[in-house]
């Protein structure tokens, strides 16, 4: 299920410090990190839904929204918070917008890229929820 988790956070006047292992924080085995940023003000990102692989979204600096679809509802979540991350499950489209400036977004996924496990087109992502279990 699609949830907010709040990770680890050790207080340390030199600087905190956050952490995220898999099967303890994450909920499954990580196999691919990735970034985004410098994000132009007005533009979006995401847009697409994965049948098999798992997600889990931090903002490790400045904020955005991150929306997800289940085919039924749409849900908005604000991600502000480098020890707090988005759990994404399969089969759920997500957009990703109002990027603050210098924000920077860090996807944690339980699957190599794979092409054929993404789903692109909105009309699609209807069809497959319609088909399938998730």
């Known amino acids: 299920m699609n949830r907010i988790i709040d990770l680890?956070?050790?207080?340390?006047?030199?600087?905190?410090?956050?952490?995220?292992?898999?099967?303890?924080?994450?909920?499954?085995?990580?196999?691919?990190?990735?970034?985004?940023?410098?994000?132009?003000?007005?533009e979006w990102r995401g847009g697409h839904a994965h049948k098999r692989c798992e997600e889990f979204i931090v903002a490790v600096s400045g904020s955005f929204i991150v929306t997800l679809d289940d085919g039924t509802t749409k849900k908005e979540y604000l991600l502000n918070h480098p020890y707090q991350g988005l759990y994404v499950g399969q089969g759920t489209?997500?957009?990703?917008?109002?990027f603050s400036s210098g924000a920077v977004c860090l996807v944690i996924a339980?699957?190599?890229?794979?092409?054929?496990?993404?789903?692109?087109?909105?009309?699609?992502f209807l069809e497959y929820v319609k088909r399938s279990d998730v």
């Open 8 to 42: 680890p956070k050790i207080l340390d006047p030199r600087g905190n410090l956050t952490v995220a292992q898999d099967k303890t924080e994450i909920p499954f085995d990580i196999h691919r990190v990735y970034w985004v940023y410098d994000v132009p003000a007005g």
């Open 93 to 98: 489209w997500r957009t990703l917008d109002d």
């Open 110 to 124: 339980s699957a190599p890229f794979d092409e054929d496990d993404y789903i692109r087109d909105y009309d699609e």
